[in-house]
């Protein structure tokens, strides 16, 4: 019996809820969480819009605001708790529910069974589950931006005793943040069933032919994600779980004994605040290679497609993924390095954050020999792999400074460290779905998104997010601090203050162009050129297949794989790509 | 097999029947290191915060837990015995009913230990306790509802099922041997 027809002998669903709303089809799903993200990036734009407005006008009350957020802005300027609850929310909606969900959830769900030769996950009913997991999750996060109180003030990091101690930590501290404990807790589950189906999806169910070593990159930083996911979730998991505990049973796993909050002496005794940093560390480094590994595997998909070159040391890029996936697991100590660490854990923590550094600079001199004397295609998914590399550069330069105990002592908690965890995390993984979007949007929706546009899109993005995040690094290195709404009592930060009025209007020029995204992403669906098949003329199992693919991805046809992934310009070859599929004899 | 693949450029057509239980079998493995780490998670926040409580009291473990550790095994056995005897339905319920037993016997002794004023918040040790024997009690829950499925299923899922499950089983019940060392062999 054929190892697809085992696994799956569901029909194609006919009825609305079964096809487009409780499906078990990987694209529906795929889909789905692109939709969730495109709602959360939504979301988490308006609250940096909102930080940007206070940090740039200190002063200026907004009437208008203070009409949608009577306790916001409480009679003047916006609170800094307010503010805090802005900055948090931002954070965790964006990490979690963007991050997280566009590259890995929702490319990887959609495209990882078609490129490994699959009719959908392993487990189908199980990757429902996890979707709609993942929504309840946000919808419950949500639900802690409106709780009573407010919005959790702790972070995205939720740094404990503040996060622990209950409704008496501040405004918001009460049911916003067990909202948001609980909101993660479920995301976790949710994470944990998507990353389960990747792996056995790849491991057990590729076509013939498809050997390990003939996946595209792009499915490889899927598989190594997942693998990252499987392992860190369940530690974010416990510590969550722990968290909740503290604050609604009473124990005190995080809150040290001797505390007094507001006046108020708490009877917790012996718990470590450091512990809950540990445990999130564990699971947060990690999670920072979870959202950018995905745009690895796409940037090098995308760079080998459109210079008409295959990869260069597609070995080594495989390598590479693994070693970066692997050291991640090893370097969570150093975001507390100001935590009172002995300074040979420090040390310790500093050579194995280094050492990151090794595999990134593979993967990107790799990119650019791709590159090299090839024939390049600036489409839009293009420019946003070359963005991507751009960003990765500058990003991971300075995580190579913020890695020297000594440096970051300086520059931790300052803009610097905002600065770099933006371009590195943020930015370039976004860059990263964006490049997917323009690449696969045919394949999804069998049309073209408009090219013209989308360069339009490009250059406004990537100018922009350039002028927002470099002078960050200029407001770190005067020693400016992160996270607080207002610092206009500080004689040596006021020369500081024309700079942050820049960023704050770079931030609404590159917001306002996103529009550009969401109407050519929505005018296409209708109005654009027909795809085709292969409009890309790229080689990977998804663009064998019509476009959208049906519900079984390959039809009656079994595929079988005969090359590898990035057959281009093969010398004596009819075409300068040779497809997976193709037969063997294509390649003379 | 697919697998097979990796070494050679074009395998075999992947004609083995229970191709499909390989798939199962990997995803429940998986699903198994995941539950690792969530104990391992645990562990090392337990030794962490023992090592750093000066005010550390240990609770004596309720007696009844031994007769609970037993049922559990009997509970493991039986079910490793009937994977091997499909015939011997008898064998399946024993495991049901000592798993039943053994979640019974975890209320006893969390009452027992309430009864004795021993909760959440007045102690560390017994904070661990709680939360490791929840979690656990929750998984063995989850145990207990894919051994009733193991009958339930269609005939064609039965086998896959089965071996799923006790893999599970198993496992937990390796770890309930496990969480015993950590909360109370090591004091």
Redesign the interface.
């Known amino acids: ?3 697809h027809v ?2 799956h002998q569901h029909e194609a669903p006919t009825g609305f809820v079964r096809k487009y709303i409780f499906s078990m089809d990987h694209k529906v799903i795929g889909i789905q969480y692109l939709m969730l993200a495109m709602v959360a990036v939504t979301v988490g734009m308006i609250l940096s819009v909102l930080m940007r407005l206070r940090l740039a006008w200190p002063l200026e009350k907004w009437p208008m605001l203070a009409h949608i957020f009577p306790e916001g802005f409480a009679g003047g300027p916006m609170t800094p708790e307010f503010y805090l609850a802005m900055l948090t929310m931002h954070g965790t909606i964006m990490v979690f529910f963007v991050l997280t969900t566009a590259p890995l959830s929702g490319f990887g769900n959609y495209f990882l069974p078609i490129q490994v030769g699959a009719r959908d996950m ?2 189908p009913f199980m990757n429902m589950m996890s979707f709609w997991v993942t929504f309840v999750a946000f919808v419950v996060m949500l639900m802690a931006l409106f709780a009573t109180g407010g919005a959790p003030i702790a972070g995205w990091t939720a740094y404990t005793p503040l996060s622990a101690v209950g409704a008496i930590g501040g405004p918001g501290m009460g049911a916003g943040q067990t909202l948001w404990v609980i909101s993660i807790a479920i995301f976790c589950a949710g994470s ?1 069933l998507t ?3 990747f ?2 999806t790849v ?10 070593m003939r996946m595209p990159l792009t499915s490889w930083a899927w598989f190594t994600t997942a693998i990252l996911a ?6 974010l ?3 969550g ?2 968290l909740l ?1 503290d604050r609604v ?5 995080f809150i040290p004994a001797g505390l007094v909050i507001s006046d108020k002496h708490l009877t917790n ?4 605040p450091l ?1 809950w940093q ?2 999130f560390w ?1 699971f947060g480094h990690p999670e920072v290679y979870i959202a950018i590994l995905p745009g690895m595997g796409v940037t090098s998909h995308i760079l080998s497609t459109f210079s008409r070159k295959p990869v260069f040391a597609y070995k080594a890029m495989v390598g590479a993924i693994f070693a970066i996936g692997f050291i991640s697991y090893v370097v969570w100590g150093h975001h507390m390095f100001m935590s009172g660490m002995s300074p040979y854990t420090a040390m310790a923590f500093s050579i194995t954050t280094m050492a990151v550094g090794v595999p990134s600079a593979i993967k990107t001199f790799n990119w650019l020999a791709t590159l090299w004397k090839g024939q390049i295609r600036f489409t839009c998914a293009m420019l946003f792999s070359l963005g991507f590399v751009s960003l990765f550069v500058s990003g991971g330069v300075t995580g190579m400074l913020l890695a020297q105990p000594a440096v970051d002592i300086f520059l931790h908690d300052t803009y610097f460290v905002v600065a770099h965890f933006h371009i590195i995390m943020g930015v370039a993984a976004i860059f990263g779905i964006f490049a997917g979007m323009y690449y696969w949007y045919p394949k999804m929706f069998g049309r073209l998104m408009h090219e013209g546009w989308g360069k339009v899109h490009f250059w406004f993005s990537l100018v922009g997010v350039y002028c927002i995040f470099m002078p960050m690094h200029f407001l770190g290195l005067a020693g400016h601090p992160r996270r607080y709404a207002q610092l206009t009592e500080f004689k040596y930060l006021l020369h500081l203050q024309p700079l942050h009025l820049f960023i704050s209007i770079a931030a609404f020029i590159t917001i306002t162009a996103q529009v550009i995204f969401f109407f050519n992403f929505f005018w296409s669906l209708k109005k654009g050129k027909p795809a085709g098949d292969n409009p890309w003329e790229s080689t990977s199992l998804e663009w064998s297949i019509p476009s959208p693919p049906p519900f079984d991805n390959f039809g009656p046809i079994e595929p ?1 794989v ?1 090359h590898g992934p990035y057959e281009y310009s093969v010398p004596g070859a009819a075409k300068d790509y040779i497809m997976q599929t193709d037969p063997p004899e294509a390649r003379p | 097999m ?2 097979s ?7 075999p ?3 083995d ?1 229970r ?2 239980l ?2 199962s079998l ?2 429940m493995k ?2 198994l ?3 690792g ?6 562990t ?2 337990y030794v ?2 023992h090592a ?5 009291h240990a609770v004596p473990m309720p007696r009844i837990m031994i007769a609970n550790t037993l049922a559990l095994v009997i509970s493991s056995l039986s079910l490793e015995v009937y994977r091997r005897h499909r015939q011997e339905r008898l064998w399946l319920t024993l495991s049901q009913a000592m798993g039943v037993l053994f979640v019974a016997g975890q209320v006893f002794a969390w009452r027992q230990l309430q009864s004795r004023g021993v ?3 007045n102690n ?1 040790h017994a ?1 661990f306790f709680y ?1 490791l024997t929840a ?1 656990h009690g929750l998984h063995i829950l989850g145990g207990l509802f894919a051994l009733g499925g193991i009958t339930v299923v269609a005939q064609e899922r039965r086998f896959r099922w089965l071996e799923a499950a006790s893999l599970y089983w198993h496992f937990m019940g390796a770890l309930w041997l496990y969480l015993l060392f950590l909360l109370f062999g090591m004091n």
């Open positions: 019996m054929d190892v085992a696994a392993a487990f944990l990353a389960l189906n792996l056995t491991l057990n169910l590729r076509a013939r032919g498809m050997s390990l499987l392992l860190a979730f369940p530690v998991l416990a510590g779980v722990l505990l049973g009473g124990s005190s796993f005794s012996g718990g470590s512990l540990h445990l564990f079988i005969h | 697919s697998v693949t990796l070494e050679l450029p074009l395998g057509p992947p004609a029947p191709v499909s390989r798939t990997l995803g998986l699903a290191a995941a539950i780490m969530l104990f391992t998670a645990f090392s926040a962490v915060r750093l409580d000066p005010d550390w909760y959440l918040s560390p904070a939360v979690a």
